[in-house]
């Protein structure tokens, strides 16, 4: 007497086996739904999951076998303590645009092979240093534009000793006190948004070193106070750092004075975007920076006003044409 059934038999063994898998599938999504939770399956052959523009408003279940996981602009509010749960495999997180608001302080913890964390363009007020307190290999973090005037202490960043690429700031933030960046010893690319920093702590980025690439949005601190944009500008200018400056309008000598603080520190590198300038300005850069040996100077969305008629936008200047090409 044949022992194996008839629907797995030998003949039918590779139809079996699918349909097997097929309805442990199934079962499997089944009970995603009795529990209420959302389940995104768009996983490609590398186990990235492009979860994006799904319309998710919580966390979706994925397979734990996930290497990265794209949750961008969804309208998720929160993510919980169980809601990354399995996921050790991971990588990449990307929650950028959403509408979070609430993170549980262990709701990363079992991300332990985390590289890569978006948490920008969202509702966070506050940040918790808990959230990153497990991310021992995390190398890149993003908390860009969101509604929070400090970063918080203790250090968010203490213990993440491989964190390569620093991105942080948004319109709301208030203050960077001294602290706040304790465990940051070196980056490759630092990002701030600070266009309305009120509080500047002498010292605060002077401790990043080596120091790649840095990008600082200070609009109103170089109209209103330039004491705290020199404080700024002297802590990250390095002649090996490349300084990339966005959103500044400077208009008479006294806006141009933070950069005798860089020129101090013979920087090599400066660029320029999303830039409104006076002629007399131009002027009194020139002169600010007349002897520093800067090997690159480039500027791109520029607006010249006052003076002498522009010759239009200007983008990738070297030092050589720099002068000649700002009026005709």
Known sequence: MDSTPELCSMRHLTTCSLTLLLASLIRGQMLNGDEGRPSCSRCDLHLSCNCSYSGFTSVPKVTDQALSLDLSFN????????????????RALDLHGNRLAVIHPSAFDPLWSLEELDLSDNQLTTLNHNWFSKLEVLQQLNLLDNPYSRLGSPSLFYGLVRLRRLMFGGSDLKELRTGDLLGVTELDELTVHANNLARYDSGTLGDIWPLG?????????????????????????????????????????????????????????????????????????????????????????????????????ITKASTNSFSEMLWC
């Open 75 to 90: 309208n998720i509010t929160m993510v919980t303590q169980d809601d990354l749960m399995g996921l050790s495999r991971l």
């Open 213 to 313: 690439h840095v990008t600082l949005s200070l609009h109103g601190p170089f109209l209103t106070n330039v004491t705290l944009a020199a404080a700024v500008l002297a802590d990250i200018s390095y002649p090996e750092t490349q300084i990339s400056l966005e959103d500044l309008h400077l208009v008479g000598n006294q806006s141009v004075g933070p950069f005798r603080e860089s020129a101090k520190r013979r920087i090599r590198h400066l660029s320029f975007r999303n830039f409104s300038v006076s002629d007399q300005s131009i002027v009194d850069l020139l002169v600010v920076i007349d002897g520093v040996p800067i090997s690159v100077i480039s500027m791109e969305d520029v607006t010249l006003t006052g003076g002498r008629k522009p010759v239009g936008p």
